[in-house]
């Protein structure tokens, strides 16, 4: 099972920026897809973005789709979300996640979790 340690978030003002990183250990990542999803208390997890490590093939939601980007460095085993033009809306506690196999944005499928990192953005 691989082992994954998302960055701390933070409080941000409508309009920035934040970037989220997460570290993978434990086992070899390199056929993985690694996810990010957000939670709201009281809804459903939601897929934020996802990248194939081998390839670097990238998938967003429509939500977030050219604001946000997701990027990996397989020196440091490490996985990016680089949030701009951040809104109200994306205050969540975001989850790195990693699966074997495909990509889906499906969270049920996720095999590791992160602990998760709150972002709040202010108006």
């Known amino acids: 099972q691989a082992q994954l340690v998302e960055s701390e978030g933070g409080l941000v003002q409508a309009g920035g920026s934040l970037r989220l990183s997460c570290v993978a250990s434990g086992r070899s990542i390199r056929m993985d897809v690694m996810g990010w999803f957000r939670q709201v208390r009281g809804k459903e997890r939601e897929f934020v973005a996802a990248i194939r490590w081998s390839g670097g093939g990238t998938y967003y939601a429509d939500s977030v789709k050219a604001r946000f980007t997701i990027s990996r460095d397989n020196a440091k085993n490490t996985v990016y979300l680089q949030m701009n033009s951040l809104k109200p809306e994306d205050t969540a506690v975001y989850y790195c996640?990693?699966?074997?196999?495909?990509?889906?944005?499906?969270?049920?499928?996720?095999?590791?979790w992160g602990k998760g990192t709150q972002v709040t953005i202010s108006s």
């Open positions: 996640a990693t699966r074997r196999g495909g990509y889906s944005s499906d969270s049920a499928v996720y095999e590791g």
